[in-house]
């Protein structure tokens, strides 16, 4: 359908999603790193292992390396694409990846909906997916999705109590699933709500999960007449 002239759309979400192209050789390389520094850095027991948001500052592993680059011009991309027509000829755009840390699950581990602070832009790189849900309506053995990432439209929580017909169809699905596969970047804005449904597989499911900044020649400061 052709866009209609008369009609202003506002405040879209926007979610990349990129397939690395590098992943069939760097893949395996990041699961026998990830699996080294677990093992020398154990945590506690339980069906979720989480690295710390810095373990890689020290590192000069060349597949991480190479996957860090993937998610810098994967950020690049949708802050461009999102905020080009506010940045300016003349600005210098600088990508800082403040966070970022891989997480090992299995045995129904899961996440509760939460967002990211401190950061403008968040996102999930699927390292390993094992037997996660690939499709809607596929489940795992406890009849729900399986080790997918859900987000929630930010007008999910007004929707309580409120009324509904044809006229506002359009906000009735307040969620989008990613579905975990090799290889696949998934890069959304930090402030949106999203949850991760418990995984259970004969594999584990490996990801690597990151946080970013973007910053330009000198400190954001809003005023009034920012529109």
Same mark, same amino acid.
């Given at each position: ?8 759309e506002?405040?879209?979400v926007?979610?990349l999603t990129?397939k690395?192209?590098?992943f ?9 790193? /990830?699996s !080294?520094?677990?093992?020398?850095n ?8 989480? %690295?710390?948001?810095? /373990? ?9 390396? !190479?996957?860090?680059?993937f998610?810098?011009?994967?950020? $690049? !991309?949708i ?5 080009g ?10 990508i800082?990846?403040t966070g ?11 996440h509760?909906?939460?967002?990211h602070?401190n950061?403008s832009?968040?996102g ?13 309506? !596929? =489940?795992?053995?406890?009849g729900?999705?399986?080790?997918? =990432?859900? $987000?929630?439209?930010?007008h999910?929580e007004?929707q ?14 307040? =969620?989008?699933?990613? $579905? ?16 991760? $449904?418990?995984?259970?597989?004969? *594999?584990?499911?490996?990801?690597v %999960?990151f ?5 330009? *020649?000198s400190?954001?400061?809003?005023d009034?007449? /920012?529109h």
């Open positions: 359908m052709a866009r209609n002239p008369n009609i202003t506002l405040w879209p926007s979610i990129r690395f192209g590098k069939q050789k760097v893949n395996p390389e990041l699961i026998r790193y /990830f !080294e520094y677990r093992a020398a154990p945590g506690p027991p339980g069906p979720m292992y989480s %690295s710390p948001d810095n /373990f890689s500052a020290d590192t000069e592993n060349a597949a991480l390396k !190479e996957l860090q680059q998610i810098m011009d994967g950020l $690049f !991309e802050a461009s694409a999102t905020n027509r506010f940045w300016g000829k003349k600005q210098s755009i600088n800082h990846i970022l840390w891989f997480q090992v699950s299995n045995g129904y581990g899961f509760e909906t939460h967002v602070g950061c832009w968040s999930v790189y699927y390292v390993q997916s094992g037997q996660s849900s690939r499709k809607a309506g !596929e =489940t795992g053995d406890n729900m999705p399986n080790g997918i =990432t859900r $987000f929630y439209g930010p999910m007004y309580a109590g409120g009324h509904g017909d044809l006229g506002n169809l359009y906000l009735q699905s307040s =969620t989008w699933d990613s $579905f975990p596969e090799d290889g696949k970047l998934v890069i959304f804005p930090a402030h949106l709500k999203h949850m991760v $449904f418990p995984y259970n597989g004969d *594999d584990d499911r490996i990801i %999960s946080h970013a900044q973007v910053l330009g *020649d400190e954001l400061r809003y009034y007449s /920012f």
